[in-house]
């Protein structure tokens, strides 16, 4: 599992699959000066309600993955996630679709 760390003090677990592809997502949208929310289902284990995040270029953001390899990106998925992250209702986790890229034009 890997950490989305917010602002330093909030620190949120992810699948290093998901992260990666979450990460993806928010740069661009960093990168281009963009605020949104995103938000996500808490785990069972604290609470197993919803929490939600403003995101802003200006507060501090890390990405920490419990793996060493960078897993493959599904372009579909980073396709369907960023729609929602320009969405009224923000970025949210959305199941992953199946990749319509052919695996030998995929990302290492």
């Known amino acids: 599992m890997g950490k989305l760390t917010y602002d330093s003090t909030l620190t949120v677990d992810f699948d290093d699959r998901v992260l ?8 661009a949208k960093l990168r281009r ?10 785990d069972p284990a604290v609470g197993d309600g919803r929490s939600a995040l403003w995101i802003h270029p200006a507060i501090p953001l890390s990405f920490k993955y419990a793996g060493g390899r960078q ?7 980073i396709e369907v996630l960023m729609s ?3 969405s009224p ?4 986790l959305i ?10 034009e995929r990302e290492p």
Request: no cysteine; hydrophobic share 40%.
């Open 33 to 42: 000066g963009e605020s949104f929310t995103f938000s996500w289902r808490d």
């Open 71 to 77: 897993p493959s990106i599904n372009r579909a998925w």
């Open 89 to 92: 209702s923000g970025l949210h």
């Open 95 to 104: 199941p992953e679709p199946e990749d319509t890229v052919p695996s030998g």
């Open 20 to 27: 990666a592809h979450l990460q993806l997502v928010i740069a």
């Open 84 to 86: 929602a992250a320009n």
